[in-house]
């Protein structure tokens, strides 16, 4: 399709492109930087990980190619209200 057009960091299953980084913290270009990957591979799911923050889960981002504006989301922010559900156990 692309010869050199982009090349993805991870291809996982041939499905989500997985984007990493090593920032301190993921800035909005970042997110544009995969949603393009992922218009121009016709591809829709993918993450965006900064290895570069003190928390990892911090540092996750998913991106879907066709989600309204608003309906985007830190998936750290979804991955740590699901890990504090389990507070009570600790």
């Known amino acids: 399709m692309f010869d050199e057009g982009f090349r993805a960091d991870l291809l996982v299953?041939?499905?989500v492109?997985?984007?990493l980084k090593s920032v301190e913290k993921l800035i909005s270009v970042h997110g544009r930087q995969v949603l393009t990957q992922l218009?121009?591979?016709e591809?829709?799911?993918?993450?965006?990980?900064?290895v570069g923050e003190v928390h990892l889960k911090h540092g996750i981002?998913?991106?879907v190619n066709g989600l309204p504006e608003e309906?985007?989301?830190s998936f750290a922010a979804k991955l740590s209200?699901?890990?504090a559900s389990f507070a009570f156990f600790a």
């Open 13 to 15: 299953e041939d499905k």
């Open 43 to 50: 591809r829709r799911h993918g993450l965006l990980i900064s």
């Open 61 to 63: 981002e998913r991106i």
């Open 39 to 41: 218009r121009l591979s």
């Open 81 to 83: 209200t699901f890990f």
């Open 17 to 19: 492109i997985v984007e």
């Open 71 to 73: 309906g985007r989301g």
